[in-house]
Each structure stands twice: as C-alpha cells, then as structure tokens.
C-alpha cells in the first residue's frame, strides 16, 4: 500500500537575528575613548609604581654585585648561568616587592636571594638529569630495575 504525500509546505522562517563581529562597534558597545596605554607604563595597583621605581634604584645600584654573587655560587664551568640566576633573583625580588614587603638591608637581600637561585639551580639540575642504559646487556637491565625498584 503506497501513501501519497499532498504536495510540500512551504514553511515560512523567519530570520535570526545577527550577532555583532566582535570587533564591531554598536551603540550599546561604544568605541573606548582614546588608546590604551601600554601594561609597563601604567600601574595596576597603587603601590606598583613605588615598588617598580624602587626596583629600577636598587637595580642600578646593585645589579653588577647580584651578578658577581650568583657567578661565585656557580660552579666554574657553570658561569655563563651566572645573567640566567641573577635574572631570577631580580624577579624574585620584584615579586617580594609587589606583595608589600620592605627591605630592610636590600644588598644582603639580594645576595641571599642570587645564592639560593643557584643553590636551586643545582637541586632541581639533580632531579632533572637522565642516565642513557643500554637496555640489551643484562647487567644494565638488573641495575636499572634496581634504581626503578623493581624486583629482577
């Protein structure tokens, strides 16, 4: 038994409506006035620019003693790490500054926080390190199941 379907309904639709493009601007999104200003050059809390420009004088004044600091932490062959280590400490410090806290004696501060990056740097390169094992001799295989722990 065939059933004959009466000729298609057209079904009206109506249109939806149209989202903005994001970067359209529409009445109820008005245009900002004037440019932004760049996120350095404008603080974004109140005690930023005093902990910014007292980061930029004791940078000035003691950037050549965080970076002879960290060298000496370092190991001989390591000195090139002495510009990385005492970058860290700087952001350190930078950080120490953003959360209120003062300086008392900042050269001592900043010494003490180059030695700790390096003293760091040396903890976590112990971690990090890797050791190549020839998987095909057996006595590779019992020695690096005894470093996993597993029983051989």
Request: proline share 9%; charged share 25%.
């Amino acid at each position: 038994m065939t059933i004959m379907a009466d000729a298609p309904v057209a079904v009206a639709r109506t249109a939806l409506p149209q989202r903005p493009v994001p970067h359209e601007r529409t009445p109820d999104r008005p245009t900002p006035s004037g440019p932004r200003p760049h996120p350095q050059h404008s603080a974004a809390r109140p005690g930023d620019t005093a902990a910014r420009q007292l980061l930029d004088t004791l940078y000035r004044k003691h950037a050549p003693m965080v970076t002879a600091v960290a060298a000496r932490a370092l190991r001989p062959g390591d000195r090139g790490l002495a510009d990385d280590i005492a970058q860290e400490a700087w952001l350190d410090t930078w950080q120490h500054l953003l959360r209120g806290n003062e300086l008392r004696s900042p050269a001592g501060f900043l010494a003490m926080r180059a030695r700790r990056r390096a003293v760091d740097h040396y903890r976590l390169a112990r971690v990090r390190r890797e050791e190549a094992v020839d998987y095909t001799d057996d006595t590779a295989l019992a020695h690096l199941a005894r470093l996993i722990g597993a029983a051989a």
